[in-house]
Protein backbone atom coordinates (compact mmCIF):
# COMPACT_ATOMS: atom_id res chain seq x y z
CA UNK A 1 0.00 0.00 0.00
CA UNK A 2 1.50 3.35 -0.90
CA UNK A 3 1.55 5.81 2.04
CA UNK A 4 3.15 9.72 2.13
CA UNK A 5 3.47 10.93 5.48
CA UNK A 6 3.56 14.92 5.94
CA UNK A 7 5.43 16.25 8.67
CA UNK A 8 7.08 19.56 9.94
CA UNK A 9 4.01 22.26 9.64
CA UNK A 10 3.42 24.51 12.53
CA UNK A 11 3.29 28.24 13.62
CA UNK A 12 5.85 30.48 12.82
CA UNK A 13 5.65 34.11 12.08
CA UNK A 14 6.42 36.02 9.18
CA UNK A 15 9.95 36.09 7.99
CA UNK A 16 10.67 32.69 9.20
CA UNK A 17 11.27 28.93 8.45
CA UNK A 18 10.07 25.36 7.95
CA UNK A 19 10.73 22.27 6.62
CA UNK A 20 8.05 19.96 5.70
CA UNK A 21 9.10 16.52 5.56
CA UNK A 22 7.38 14.05 3.14
CA UNK A 23 7.51 10.22 3.99
CA UNK A 24 6.94 8.02 1.50
CA UNK A 25 6.56 3.85 1.62
CA UNK A 26 4.71 0.94 0.10
CA UNK A 27 5.80 1.46 -3.70
CA UNK A 28 9.28 0.73 -5.80
CA UNK A 29 8.16 2.29 -9.02
CA UNK A 30 11.65 3.22 -11.17
CA UNK A 31 10.31 6.93 -12.34
CA UNK A 32 8.19 8.83 -10.68
CA UNK A 33 7.78 12.20 -9.10
CA UNK A 34 6.52 13.71 -5.99
CA UNK A 35 5.30 17.09 -5.51
CA UNK A 36 3.97 19.51 -2.78
CA UNK A 37 0.61 21.33 -3.00
CA UNK A 38 -0.87 23.45 -0.62
CA UNK A 39 -4.84 24.32 0.11
CA UNK A 40 -5.94 27.39 1.73
CA UNK A 41 -9.37 28.01 3.06
CA UNK A 42 -11.76 28.81 0.39
CA UNK A 43 -9.09 28.42 -2.32
CA UNK A 44 -8.12 26.18 -5.09
CA UNK A 45 -5.36 23.11 -4.32
CA UNK A 46 -1.97 25.17 -5.98
CA UNK A 47 0.93 23.36 -6.48
CA UNK A 48 4.24 24.39 -4.78
CA UNK A 49 7.19 22.62 -6.09
CA UNK A 50 8.14 19.11 -7.87
CA UNK A 51 10.96 16.85 -7.90
CA UNK A 52 11.54 13.63 -10.48
CA UNK A 53 13.18 10.90 -9.11
CA UNK A 54 15.12 10.57 -13.07
CA UNK A 55 16.88 13.36 -13.47
CA UNK A 56 16.56 15.21 -9.84
CA UNK A 57 14.56 17.76 -11.99
CA UNK A 58 12.94 20.49 -9.64
CA UNK A 59 9.79 22.77 -10.12
CA UNK A 60 8.61 25.74 -8.36
CA UNK A 61 5.45 27.63 -8.63
CA UNK A 62 6.14 31.43 -8.87
CA UNK A 63 4.84 32.78 -5.55
CA UNK A 64 7.44 30.16 -4.01
CA UNK A 65 10.71 30.46 -6.28
CA UNK A 66 13.49 31.54 -4.40
CA UNK A 67 11.75 31.14 -1.07
CA UNK A 68 11.02 27.66 -1.22
CA UNK A 69 13.64 24.31 -2.15
CA UNK A 70 12.68 20.63 -2.58
CA UNK A 71 14.75 18.00 -2.12
CA UNK A 72 14.69 14.38 -2.10
CA UNK A 73 17.10 12.08 0.42
CA UNK A 74 16.36 8.72 -1.41
CA UNK A 75 17.95 6.42 1.01
CA UNK A 76 15.31 7.75 3.41
CA UNK A 77 12.35 7.53 0.96
CA UNK A 78 11.91 11.23 1.93
CA UNK A 79 11.11 14.32 0.01
CA UNK A 80 11.60 17.50 1.62
CA UNK A 81 10.75 21.44 1.24
CA UNK A 82 12.79 24.05 2.85
CA UNK A 83 10.66 26.97 3.43
CA UNK A 84 12.31 30.45 4.00
CA UNK A 85 10.95 33.96 4.29
CA UNK A 86 7.24 32.91 5.12
CA UNK A 87 4.72 35.10 4.45
CA UNK A 88 1.08 35.04 6.14
CA UNK A 89 0.06 34.09 1.86
CA UNK A 90 2.05 30.89 2.57
CA UNK A 91 -0.32 29.65 5.56
CA UNK A 92 -2.36 26.56 4.27
CA UNK A 93 -2.74 22.92 4.29
CA UNK A 94 0.44 21.48 2.73
CA UNK A 95 0.34 18.00 0.97
CA UNK A 96 2.67 15.83 -0.85
CA UNK A 97 1.48 13.33 -3.45
CA UNK A 98 3.30 10.99 -6.05
CA UNK A 99 2.63 10.86 -9.91
CA UNK A 100 4.04 7.38 -10.84
CA UNK A 101 3.39 8.31 -14.53
CA UNK A 102 5.67 11.73 -14.99
CA UNK A 103 5.65 12.91 -18.25
CA UNK A 104 6.46 16.33 -19.48
CA UNK A 105 6.54 17.44 -15.81
CA UNK A 106 7.80 20.46 -17.12
CA UNK A 107 4.38 21.39 -18.93
CA UNK A 108 2.14 19.78 -15.99
CA UNK A 109 4.15 19.34 -12.50
CA UNK A 110 1.60 21.78 -11.10
CA UNK A 111 -2.12 19.65 -12.04
CA UNK A 112 -3.34 17.71 -8.85
CA UNK A 113 -5.03 15.55 -11.48
CA UNK A 114 -2.10 13.56 -12.55
CA UNK A 115 -0.88 12.31 -9.10
CA UNK A 116 -2.30 9.19 -7.93
CA UNK A 117 -1.53 9.07 -4.44
CA UNK A 118 -1.60 11.92 -2.17
CA UNK A 119 -0.48 12.57 2.24
CA UNK A 120 -3.35 13.59 4.76
CA UNK A 121 -1.27 17.09 4.59
CA UNK A 122 0.13 19.12 7.36
CA UNK A 123 -1.17 22.64 8.51
CA UNK A 124 1.41 25.97 8.06
CA UNK A 125 0.41 29.12 9.54
CA UNK A 126 2.32 32.15 9.17
CA UNK A 127 0.87 34.81 11.39
CA UNK A 128 2.07 38.89 10.85
Known amino acids: EVQLVESGGGLVQAGGSLRLSCAAS????????IGWFRQAPGKEREGVSCISSSDGSTYYADSVKGRFTISSDNAKNTVYLQMNSLKPEDTAVYYC?????????????????????WGRGTQVTVSS
Open 97 to 117: AVDVIPRALDVGWSRARRYDY
Open 26 to 33: GFTFDDYA
